[in-house]
């Protein structure tokens, strides 16, 4: 649960879910051209990957951990704006959270990451895996924010900032407890 997705939960909160939710669809799409960013540039270097698998994998699960650790140490009260008077259209969801996606470049870092640690790429890939890979990853994006909005959607009433924080506090703890072990694992695989 970082900022956009504080962003989709706010929305879905004051308008609705189907606000949150196209919200989510602007940060897929952001997300995709990333991911599709990251395959090119990884594509050139799937030789330094191969031969360096132990040390990106070790330092892609603590990239993950320092996202877990942000995420843990994230407050909401900080991130959530008032809502403006007038309602945003759905189209006007998707771009602004688009944009505000697209504005943290850092999440190239995060698919490197990713990338690396689950083995996204083998010296035999071919242009229909990485279509489908990619295709994956709007597809998986997509039904997380829906599943995310779906749920904040049908809680409305219960939900409030402070269970916000601690719901932060759960993810970004999973999160560095599987770093720690993509981390152990990666030193006893190697």
């Not at 030789?47 to 990239?63: P, T, V």
């Not at 008077?85 to 998707?94: A, K, L, M, R, V």
């Not at 850092?106 to 990338?115: E, M, S, V």
């Amino acid at each position: 649960m970082g900022p956009i997705g504080l962003l989709c939960v706010q929305r879905t909160l004051n308008k609705g879910q189907w606000h949150g939710f196209f919200s989510g669809v602007g940060a897929a799409f952001s997300d995709l051209i990333y991911a599709g960013i990251t395959c090119l540039g990884i594509g050139f270097i799937i030789d330094f990957i191969s031969g360096n698998k132990l040390i990106l994998e070790i330092a892609g699960s603590i990239l993950l951990m320092a996202f877990g650790f942000y995420i843990f140490q994230s407050n909401p009260f900080k991130r959530i704006q008032k809502p403006k008077e007038n309602g945003n259209s759905f189209y006007q969801d998707i771009v602004t959270a688009f944009v505000f996606t697209l504005s943290n470049p850092l999440i190239i870092f995060l698919y490197i990451a990713l990338f690396a640690r689950f083995n996204f790429f083998s010296s035999e890939e071919k242009l229909f895996s990485i279509l489908l890979g990619l295709l994956s990853i709007l597809t998986g994006a997509l039904a997380w924010w829906f599943a995310i909005t779906f749920l904040v959607g049908k809680l409305r009433k219960v939900i409030n900032l402070r269970r916000l924080w601690i719901m932060n506090r759960i993810v970004g703890s999973v999160i560095i407890v599987l770093s720690i072990v993509g981390v152990i694992y990666s030193v006893l695989e190697g």
